[in-house]
């Protein structure tokens, strides 16, 4: 298996653009997760999909974050517009139960976002 | 909500000792506590996990300890390698959601 595969790896953006981040899961995984990770506060939760159903979305920092799950093998995380503070790197991670009941969750290896 | 903090944040040791990581977490709910890995420019990856009905859990130079009553796990690794530098992240479940410590930078040295 390919494992968790996100696109791009770098993006670089001035500061108002649209930026549009992508995850395809390990097959066969129901779960789907995205993280960000910055120095200041370290590895968040930003949003769990179970059953490509949105679970808890309480991590997401505010309106100008979204996220899709249209199908099994695709997520996306939208940032509209995108700050300077959204620089960080971002972790598509999947899982084959629920979240926090011992399934490993596989990471994808990240989205390095840089807003200028 | 929930809360786990994690000591040391760097720690050095030389190739052969040991290391060990502790973290403590506030959810007494909580059952279920990962440990991570992360190399430089990669994801995180699970290398040893425990549930709150075992104390203690071991693979190979990497055990895990879990004290239920006092809210904390420890992470020790025995005979350290080089490739063992790398950051540390202790997790655990609470409800819904899914709680990373703040990391530990381990650095091995030849």
């Known amino acids: 298996d390919a494992g968790v595969i996100q696109s791009p790896r770098h993006e670089v953006t001035e500061m108002g653009q649209e930026v549009t981040l992508r995850c395809k899961p390990i097959?066969?995984?129901?779960?789907l997760f995205w993280y960000r990770q910055t120095m200041m506060r370290g590895l968040e939760l930003l949003i769990y999909?179970?059953?490509?159903?949105?679970?808890?979305d309480s991590g997401m920092p505010e309106d100008r974050f979204s996220a899709k799950m249209p199908n099994a093998s695709f997520s996306t995380l939208k940032i509209q517009p995108s700050e300077p503070r959204d620089s960080a790197v971002y972790f598509c991670?999947?899982?084959?139960?629920?979240?926090?009941?011992?399934?490993?969750?596989?990471f994808g290896p990240g989205t390095r976002l840089t807003v200028t | 909500g929930e809360n786990v903090e994690q000591h040391p944040s760097t720690l050095s040791v030389q190739e052969g000792d040991s290391a060990v990581i502790k973290c403590t977490y506030s959810d007494s709910a909580s059952n279920y506590f990962p440990w991570y890995k992360q190399e430089l420019g990669k994801g995180p990856q699970l290398i040893i996990d425990i549930r709150s009905n075992v104390g203690e859990k071991k693979d190979q130079r990497i055990a895990v300890t879990l004290n239920k009553t006092a809210k904390h796990f420890s992470l020790h690794i025995t005979e350290t390698q080089p490739e063992d530098s790398a950051v540390y992240f202790c997790?655990?479940?609470?409800?819904?959601?899914?709680?990373f410590g703040p990391g530990t930078r381990l650095s091995v040295l030849p």
């Open positions: 997790a655990a479940n609470y409800g819904q959601n899914f709680v």
């Open positions: 999909f179970n059953n490509n159903v949105p679970i808890d």
């Open positions: 991670a999947s899982s084959s139960g629920v979240l926090g009941q011992g399934y490993e969750q596989y």
């Open positions: 097959s066969g995984h129901n779960s």
